[in-house]
């Protein structure tokens, strides 16, 4: 006997029965109450089907709660034990009507004409309440723990979970009832365990509420906050917060997807955000591993295509606005989120959210705003790079571009500047993987020293991090650079991530080198390069002055405790370069929402550093000498036709690169 079984229980009576049962609870529906009371499961079965319901007066509602308060007898329900159910014939029987007859009581205090009555005669059902609460509500918990003994949570909601939470969303329905049961500890408790064991809403079957948890702890929790922190410190002693999270988030996801419920998002998403308020950080990050960013953009792109008209409406405008927001936290946790938020299909979401039809208010289209202005500073990240290229040629290929609908609109502008920087970028990594790449040098994720890719040492559970030494590979991982990023891929996508960035930083200096040097007034072993990379308005932010004077300034940046900048700093001194003054480049950038400062030694030697340099115009860099020669679409278009070909602005300059110099093979 489970719980699945007592939310369809079989119907005793016989046919012949039911159109007789039906007449007398027309005729005189106090005497099928009279019956139910004693027990009898036909007449409770008919009283069961809420369309039977309808035949009884409103004033008759209060013994219905009688006759269901006496068949959730918790010293009854106590009695009842699976591991004794097989004992003897008589016992199972008895045992089984008892279930029966509490659960189909469960139903019927958990119905919708009950909840209309109780909510709409709070001064008839108040002081009924308040006489069988505590046997009530302890018979309720007894016949729980009886039904889902031994079960496990499948992961979607049982249906079980719902009926249960249908009673308290019933009682606390009632206003003087809420006032005085909002303090009670042990129902909150109960109303979790509710929702942890019920678990994101499935939709599967038509007849079950399932928005009953949601909107049981959506009453309990109030307004008053430390209201709101106490519920979470109750569910935290139920279950881990990974667990917590996940629910939460997949309960207010499937509710996005669904069309026919999406008017139940407001209560899944006042639980999510009650969680997440409590401790915004480390909710963010349980989120996280359970693949928050890409569950969110799913959730949100569905949402816009086929509910677009519900989520106008202003009790939802602030709820997908957060959603979004939260989105953005879970984006620019590291690079590698941002990556993988343009593999999930961030892009896509943009487009369906549709800015050209202006339709959304801003309190959505300003955090989409703020998060696609986030993501320029991250493209000089390889990895990052090439995801987001790849999407965006989807959505800029063709005669008709997807893209057409983010030329217009709130996003316009800041959607031209992030194309602008990712084609300045995309045009390095051509380069790069042109030239640089294929030369086989890789750079030490510790102290960024050139070395051999055939004699580095490599992070043997992801294969991506790459060291010059085991050494190196050691202080990486006691100061923490590779422990939380260990995990998240390990198929290669980051490998090039050092090797790019150490050739971006030498690319800003490398024909104005010479020009940094001789403009200094002091000596050389006391000047810094800085490439600051953070900027939204120029590729890169470049300056030279005294390594104590930029060591200072970015001492004086970093908050105690605050774990707003990773320093990756293995400079070494005069006498450990053989008595040669070392010059580095500090090198500034985001790595999620914390600043990322590398020490990188200049290295000039490279000989592809001269590829496509033209004498003439030495001061020009590869990227400026590429698009000086390519041919460019008019207008925003990002293809041209050429000998009856559309061709991709991508392709065209990935052409001019290799024209630069013979790949190297």
């Known amino acids: 006997m489970d719980l699945e079984m007592m939310m369809n229980p079989l119907i005793p009576c016989e046919e012949t029965e039911v159109p007789e049962l039906l007449e007398l609870l027309k005729s005189n529906p106090q005497v099928i109450l009279d019956r139910a009371k004693n027990g009898d499961i036909n007449e409770i ?13 409103d004033d008759l509602f209060p013994e219905v709660f009688r006759v269901c308060c006496k068949h959730l007898n918790p010293r009854l329900l106590a009695s009842v034990s699976t591991t004794r159910i097989g004992f003897n014939q008589e016992r199972m029987m008895l045992c089984e009507k008892l279930l029966r007859l509490a659960s189909m009581a469960v139903e019927l205090l958990g119905s919708l004409r009950m909840r209309w009555n109780i909510q709409e005669h709070p001064s008839r059902f108040g002081p009924l309440i308040d006489e069988h609460w505590p046997n009530l509500f302890d018979g309720i918990r ?19 979970a719902t009926m249960f939470a249908d009673v308290l969303v019933a009682i606390l329905s009632n206003g003087p009832t809420l006032a005085r049961l909002r303090n009670d500890d042990e129902l909150l408790k109960f109303a979790w365990t509710l929702w942890l064991y019920g678990g994101p809403p499935s939709f599967e079957e038509d007849r079950v509420n399932y ?13 008053n ?10 569910c935290s002693k139920l279950a881990d917060m990974d667990k917590i999270a996940k629910i939460a988030l997949l309960s207010v996801v499937h509710t996005m997807k669904s069309k026919e419920h999406i008017n139940e998002l407001e209560n899944h998403f006042q639980v999510f955000f009650t969680l997440m308020s409590n401790d915004p950080a480390n ?11 890409a569950r969110l953009i799913d959730g949100i792109t569905t949402v816009a295509k086929e509910s677009r008209a519900a989520i106008r409406e202003e009790r939802m405008v602030h709820v997908i606005g957060i959603l979004i927001a939260v989105l953005e936290g879970l984006v620019i946790l590291t690079s590698k989120h941002v990556e993988q938020a343009a593999r999930s299909g961030l892009l896509q979401m943009f487009v369906a959210l549709d800015p050209a039809r202006r339709d959304l208010p801003d309190p959505i289209m300003g955090p989409v705003y703020s998060l696609l202005k986030r993501l320029p500073v991250f493209l000089h990240h390889y990895s990052v790079l090439g995801a987001y290229a790849e999407q965006v040629r989807l959505l800029t290929e063709g005669s008709k571009p997807q893209e057409n609908c983010l030329l217009k609109g709130s996003l316009a502008d800041c959607w031209r500047i992030f194309k602008a ?16 790449a294929p030369s086989n040098l890789v750079y030490c994720d510790n102290c960024s020293k050139s070395i051999d890719a055939e004699e580095s040492v490599r992070c043997d559970s992801c294969r991506q991090a790459v060291y010059c030494s085991t050494q190196c590979q050691s202080e990486d991982r006691n100061q923490g650079g590779h422990v939380e990023t260990c995990s998240l891929g390990s198929d290669g996508r980051y490998n090039k991530d050092t090797s790019f960035l150490q050739f971006l930083a030498h690319k800003h200096i490398q024909h104005d080198y010479d020009d940094f040097i001789s403009g200094i007034k002091f000596p050389i072993e006391k000047a810094m390069l800085r490439v600051d990379l953070r900027v939204m308005d120029c590729h890169a932010k470049i300056s030279v002055g005294k390594t104590a004077a930029f060591d200072a300034e970015l001492q004086k940046s970093i908050k105690p405790s605050s774990g707003t900048h990773h320093i990756v700093d293995r400079r070494i001194k005069k006498s450990e370069n053989g008595g040669r003054p070392p010059v580095y480049i500090q090198v500034i950038t985001h790595e999620g929402q914390t600043v990322l400062v590398r020490y990188l030694p200049v290295d000039l030697s490279p000989e592809y550093f001269q590829y496509g340099v033209d004498p003439a115009r030495p001061r020009r860099n590869v990227t400026d000498n590429v698009f000086s020669s390519m041919n460019f679409p008019d207008g925003d278009r990002w293809t041209y036709v050429r000998s009856g070909k559309r061709v991709h602005m991508f392709d065209e300059m990935d052409r001019c690169v290799k024209a630069l110099h013979p790949v190297r093979k």
Do not use: W
């Open 421 to 436: 920087r990712l084609l300045a970028l995309y045009c390095a990594k051509c380069f790069f993987d042109a030239f640089v």
């Open 142 to 160: 007894k016949l729980f723990t009886t039904l889902r003994a031994g079960k496990e949570s499948s992961g979607d909601c049982p249906s079980g």
């Open 211 to 223: 928005d009953a948890m949601a909107t049981a702890l959506y009453f309990l929790q109030g307004d």
């Open 225 to 234: 906050a430390r209201t709101k922190s106490h519920i979470v410190r109750v």
């Open 45 to 57: 079965t008919i009283l069961y089907y809420e369309r039977n319901q309808m035949t009884v007066p």
């Open 283 to 293: 909710f963010v990050k349980s989120l996280s591993k359970s693949d928050g960013a």
